[in-house]
Nanobody, 120 residues
Framework: QVQLRESGGGLVQAGGSLRLSCTASGNKRRIDTMGWFRQPPGKTREWVAAITDGGGTDYADSVKGRFAISGDSATSTWFLQMDSLKPEDTAVYYC??????????????WGQGTRVTVSS
């Protein structure tokens, strides 16, 4: 059973940066695509970014140009570099593997997430 663990969150002022990490333990197969998702306070979880094992990336419009996803299945570690943070980026951030060709379904149980708070 794959276990996902996110870390690196914290409190940062608007305009600042954070780097989130995601590790997948217990995985014995290649993870073709890994994504980052977030759940803002009082809202539903939303997709943020994704990376294929070949290095292809995709971003939600709200973070394009500010966030950068990296990592690969060989190391079972992925990162989300977040720059120029805005108060609306405040959320609990999760990683998980999107399945079925979109971002609505994921392949593993959710981890505990890591909280990001951006102050204005």
């Amino acid at each position: 059973q794959v276990q996902l663990r996110e870390s690196g969150g914290g409190l940062v002022q608007a305009g600042g940066s954070l780097r989130l990490s995601c590790t997948a333990s217990g995985n014995k197969r290649r993870i073709d695509t890994m994504g980052w998702f977030r759940q803002p306070p009082g809202k539903t979880r939303e997709w943020v970014a994704a990376i294929t094992d070949g290095g292809g990336t995709d971003y939600a419009d709200s973070v394009k140009g500010r966030f950068a996803i990296s990592g690969d299945s060989a190391t079972s570690t992925w990162f989300l570099q977040m720059d120029s943070l805005k108060p609306e980026d405040t959320a609990v951030y999760y990683c998980n593997a999107p399945v079925y060709g979109g971002y609505s379904y994921v392949g593993f149980n959710w981890g505990q997430g890591t909280r990001v708070t951006v102050s204005s």
